[in-house]
């Protein structure tokens, strides 16, 4: 006599629809750290001394002052992927992407405006704010590319595994994600990718340096900030009442 024995222990993902719980604040926080990171994108900063090692510069770290903030860009993202699924991630980020824009118009208009005859700083502003295509383009392209991958690789490793295995997702997409955002960023803003929009590009070791340093840094960032999201994934989780 045999018998056959049905699984019915696979695991599933579980969503929440984002409408009774904390989804606003979660999204207007997303926007808000994209639209402050893309402002502070804009200065390259460097740390350390000239150190080369074979020819290749090791030092100075080369980043910009996006870095500082933009990593919880994408630990939102996470929360966003993880508790309400690819939908509304996707919702998040064509939102981010759409206002990010209209601040690159806006500062466009505003520093085309003719300034007040007794205001001196139109130059400090254009030089900071002042509407830079190629900072605008790998800033939204960089961000649309790497934050569809982030959300896409952790709901798909999540409809795998279930609720299992939170680490797993959140560090895998990540890798993913900030390695396409990061590359396009850098070699658009500052590399050959960018020429066409006008200007020069850094130098090839300095440029592999800038993307080298800003992907590993952000994921460095998100693995130490796991227990961080762990507590603010579990906390949006409760929060959300047709998550369970």
């Not at 997303?30 to 900063?45: E, R």
Request: charged share 15%.
């Amino acid at each position: 006599m045999t018998s056959t024995a049905t699984r019915t222990d696979r695991p599933t993902a579980t969503y929440a629809r984002g409408t009774r719980g904390v989804h606003d604040l979660v999204l207007t926080s997303f926007v808000a750290v994209l639209l402050i990171s893309n402002i502070g994108a804009t200065k390259l900063i460097q740390f350390g001394p000239d150190v080369a090692i074979l020819g290749f510069p090791v030092l100075p770290i080369i980043t910009d002052g996006g870095a500082f903030l933009f990593p919880l860009a994408y630990l939102l993202g996470d929360v966003l992927a993880e508790v309400y699924g690819m939908r509304r991630a996707r919702r998040a980020i064509v939102t981010g992407f759409v206002w990010a824009a209209v601040m690159s118009v806006t500062f466009l208009v505003v520093d085309a405006a003719p300034p007040a005859v007794d205001w001196p700083n139109q130059e400090a502003w254009s030089a900071v704010l002042g509407f830079v295509p190629r900072i605008v383009l790998a800033s939204l392209v960089g961000f649309l590319v790497g934050q569809f991958l982030n959300a896409w690789v952790l709901v798909r490793i999540k409809d795998a595994f279930g609720e299992r295995r939170l680490w797993v997702r959140l560090v895998t997409s990540t890798v993913v994600g900030e390695f396409a955002d990061t590359v396009l960023f850098c070699t658009i803003a500052f590399g050959p990718l960018g020429m066409w929009l006008g200007g020069g590009s850094i130098p090839l070791p300095q440029l592999v340096n800038y993307i080298v340093v800003g992907w590993v840094y952000k994921v460095l960032v998100e693995v130490l900030l796991l227990p961080v999201t762990y507590r603010l994934v579990a906390a949006v989780k409760r929060r959300e009442p047709d998550y369970h």
